[in-house]
């Protein structure tokens, strides 16, 4: 696997290790969308189109070895836990002074 390969999977596997589905359903539940507009397809499709934005905008910001670093411990029970805590939306506690 190349150099470039590398760059674009490292997002792929930190996206990965994200609750995106848990996120649409309770962004979707916050909006108070109907219920048939929560159903798997449509959560599916939000899902998707997150994945695309955060995709290169995650590439941009971290490097490889970064994105190394969160996949392995958003892959871990502490991770998971701590992504819970943190009400589904990363780096919220990592953004510094007005985070």
Known sequence: ??????????????????????W??????RLGTAPTLREREHV????AIW??????ALLAHF?????????????TPEG???MRKDGGFPGRH???PRG
């Open 1 to 22: 696997m190349s150099v470039a390969d590398l760059a674009r999977e490292a997002p792929r596997r930190y996206l990965d290790a994200m609750p995106i589905a848990d």
């Open 24 to 29: 649409a359903g309770a962004l979707l539940d």
């Open 44 to 47: 599916s499709e939000l899902v």
């Open 51 to 56: 994945r695309r934005v955060l995709e290169p």
């Open 63 to 75: 490097t490889l070895a970064d994105h190394a670093a969160l996949a392995r411990f958003y892959a």
């Open 80 to 82: 998971a836990s701590d």
């Open 94 to 96: 990592h953004a510094g």
